[in-house]
């Protein structure tokens, strides 16, 4: 099995979002943006996939320019191109098309040393969803306390 190092990860999205299915992605990206990925100055808290004319495009997605870079930088806020199987993205419009449902980059790591993406097929949570998941957050936390004051007598 490949070795897998995260950049970052989307935390927000697994809170707003139900995650329904996921899928791994390459991206194209220029050689500044690359080296800047790898350096971890990534920011995408709201960003999303569109899907325009059989392509996967990340919008809202920041990659800060590299700061050893010459005047031939990369624009930090232009949109992406996701690299999935022809077959994997009619899959996506159906499931986008169908059920409502949103594109969302979940993480982005390294594999053999190429940047990935996993793009979650995501539903909105509505208010009390979210304020369930807090409260399973609470009773897990509250379980490890107990279970470790246990362990230490």
């Known amino acids: ?24 992605c390459g991206i194209v990206l220029q050689g500044t943006e690359v080296k800047s990925v790898k350096n971890g100055n990534i920011s995408f808290p709201d960003a999303f996939a569109e899907i325009t004319n059989g392509e996967v495009w990340v919008k809202n997605l920041h990659i800060s320019e590299y700061s050893f870079s010459s005047i031939f930088n990369h624009n930090p806020d232009r949109p992406k191109k996701l690299l999935l199987h022809a077959e994997e993205i009619k899959r996506l419009i159906r499931r986008v098309d169908e059920k409502g449902c949103t594109l969302i980059p979940l993480d982005f790591y390294l594999k053999d040393g190429r940047v990935k993406v996993t793009l979650g097929v995501c539903k909105g949570k509505k208010m ?17 306390r107990e279970f470790a004051g246990k362990l230490r007598g």
């Open 1 to 24: 099995m490949a070795d897998r190092k995260i950049i970052a990860e989307n935390r927000k999205a697994r809170f707003d979002y139900f995650i329904e299915d996921t899928y791994e």
């Open 128 to 144: 009390y969803d979210k304020r369930a998941s807090i409260k399973d957050r609470d009773v897990q936390r509250e379980i490890q």
